[in-house]
């Protein structure tokens, strides 16, 4: 069974600082990984997707995450942050093989911005 | 651009009744999803369809929990008897199926409240 653990369920930056949001994910083949974000009483969007491509994933709004098979890690970095990025941050993964594509999710990171 | 909507947004009733919410997929998109989200947790998937067919429930969709997709497009969930612990956030993903790492779109949410 695939599981995914988000270290950290709240992370604090300063606006312009390092955003670094760990998930690493428990599975015995690599699987499709995502990002999410959620903002308050909305649905899910997607960041960034990982499918056996690239090991780095530029997603949208500036961020990007790095696949590292051998640590079975999917960290979600972004240079600097902006306000803008509050919100709560959701690791997935998916099967790769079957017909469903159920995502398993992590429990979720709140990042909060600093001014 | 038409993304996926879910009808109420919000819902609040009293134990013991029944409640149904209706999902509208992204109207090429093959497989839809039910998620439900608890508070502070990641979505836990709870059933998928591919067109019509419901191929797989989670073991948290227990019978008093219903769901269908006539003629392959809308779904409804609909909840019997519904108790206090089925307070969450119910979210519906649509998504056309692929070889390889498709992206579910995520609706807004209905968010139930059981008195």
């Known amino acids: 069974a695939q599981s995914v653990t988000q270290l950290g369920s709240h992370v604090s930056v300063s606006e312009g600082a390092l955003v670094l949001l760990r998930c690493n994910y428990s599975?015995?083949?690599?699987?499709?990984l995502f990002w999410y974000v959620q903002y308050p009483n909305q649905g899910l969007q997607l960041l960034l997707k990982?499918?056996?491509?690239?090991?780095l994933v530029k997603g949208i709004n500036g961020f990007e995450a790095e696949f590292k098979k051998s640590e079975t890690s999917f960290h979600l970095t972004k240079p600097s942050a902006h306000m803008s990025d509050a919100a709560e941050y959701f690791c997935?993964?998916?099967?790769?093989?079957?017909?469903?594509?159920?995502?398993?999710f992590g429990s979720g990171t709140q990042l909060t911005v600093l001014p | 651009d038409t993304g996926v909507s879910q009808n109420p947004r919000h819902k609040i009733t009293k134990r013991g009744q029944n409640v149904t919410f209706r999902c509208d997929p992204i109207?090429?998109?093959?497989?839809l999803y039910w998620y439900r989200q608890t508070l502070g947790q990641g979505p836990e998937f709870l059933t998928y369809?591919?067109?019509?067919?419901?191929?797989?429930k989670s073991r948290l969709l227990s019978d008093r929990f219903s769901a269908e997709r006539p003629k392959g497009s809308f779904s409804t969930l609909e909840i019997q008897r519904t108790e206090q612990g089925d307070s969450a956030m119910y979210l519906c993903?649509?998504?056309?199926?692929?070889?390889?790492?498709?992206?579910?779109?995520f609706g807004p949410g209905t968010r139930l409240l059981v008195l």
């Open positions: 997935a993964v998916s099967p790769l093989s079957g017909s469903a594509r159920q995502l398993t």
């Open positions: 990982y499918t056996s491509a690239a090991t």
């Open positions: 369809f591919q067109n019509e067919a419901q191929l797989e």
């Open positions: 599975s015995s083949v690599p699987p499709y």
């Open positions: 109207s090429e998109h093959n497989r």
């Open positions: 993903a649509s998504s056309l199926a692929l070889t390889s790492g498709e992206t579910q779109y």
